[in-house]
């Protein structure tokens, strides 16, 4: 993170909601969203899950997503992924506004463009872990000698070329959620969005799934959204963004790059932010 960066918040520090669309080092910009609202009825009460919420994220950034439950991080990742619309707002990522999406191509946009990683993996049970990475693949048509090929390439790359054959529940929490990653990143997605992802791995799982979250941004330039409550990846996250009711409150940036742990001073900020 630059901290030559014009009108950023210097590391360590907080922004204001109102920064939150700068981006570090001029970098292309991946994901926007602007004054982004979502509004749900309950009976005859409408309950805004996000208000107002505009934020911006360029190519290849760690962006953690943190607040209370019900705060409305999870509606957010949502919107990005096109697996919900918005009631009021935008969402743009690769300077595509998902409101000009018609039903089919908001379903093509949702395999082609982005990952998801989910807390408890949502791995197929009856299919091996190439054969899950494989998955997505088949849906986007690619053939199926480059489906194996590709597939076997992204095990490698998360470190699980050894258990390729094996089914998940022959695998740890920690290997599960890699095959997970691997799958995300089949169809070579432009962003990849984790919702909680760290959420049931313990402490030294999540410290490996957070360095190979960062080996993948400096290989292959990929953009991650990660919701999450674990300080390990708070830590880890170029700069996270602080959501309470439905509202971005501020923007951190963690004193030191790629730090293993929160300085104590960040530590205390975190228990203010739930």
């Known amino acids: 993170m630059s901290s030559s960066q014009v009108g950023s918040p210097s590391v360590g520090a907080e922004a204001p909601a ?12 991946v994901v926007q969203t602007i004054d982004l609202a979502k509004r749900y009825k309950h009976g005859r009460i409408a309950v805004a899950a996000l208000d107002g919420v505009s934020i911006t994220i360029a190519k290849g950034e760690i962006i953690g ?11 957010l990742l949502n919107l990005i992924g096109g697996l919900d619309r918005p009631s009021n707002g935008r969402v743009i990522v690769d300077g595509v506004d998902l409101g000009t999406l018609d039903e089919g191509k908001l379903a093509d ?14 791995l197929m049970s009856t299919l091996t872990a190439i054969e899950n990475v494989e998955l997505p693949m088949g849906f986007a048509n690619v053939p199926k000698a480059e489906r194996g ?13 050894l258990r390729m054959d094996h089914m998940p529940d022959e ?9 997970a ?43 991650f959204v990660l919701v999450t409550h674990d300080p390990i ?39 203010t932010l739930y």
């Not at 920064?19 to 080092?25: C, F, G, H, R, V």
């Not at 695998?171 to 095959?179: A, I, K, T, Y």
């Open 181 to 223: 990653v691997a799958r995300a990143l089949s169809n070579s997605p432009s962003v990849i969005l984790g919702d909680e992802p760290t959420g049931d791995l313990d402490s030294k799982s999540a410290k490996a799934l957070m360095d190979l979250i960062w080996a993948l941004r400096r290989e292959k330039k990929v953009t």
């Open 65 to 75: 997503i943190v607040g209370p439950s019900g705060s409305g991080k999870t509606t």
């Open 233 to 271: 990846v708070v830590a880890r996250c170029d700069r996270v963004y602080s959501i309470r009711d439905g509202k971005v409150l501020r923007e951190i940036i963690p004193k030191t790059e790629n730090a293993k742990r929160l300085s104590e001073e960040e530590s205390l900020m975190m228990d």
């Open 149 to 161: 090929e590709r597939a076997e390439e992204l095990l490698k790359t998360v470190g699980l070329e």
């Open 171 to 179: 695998l740890s929490g920690g290997e599960q959620q890699r095959v």
């Open 18 to 29: 109102s920064k939150a669309a700068q981006t570090p080092e001029a970098r292309p910009v």
């Open 109 to 122: 946009y949702r395999l082609k463009k982005i990952g998801f990683i989910f807390q408890f993996y949502n």
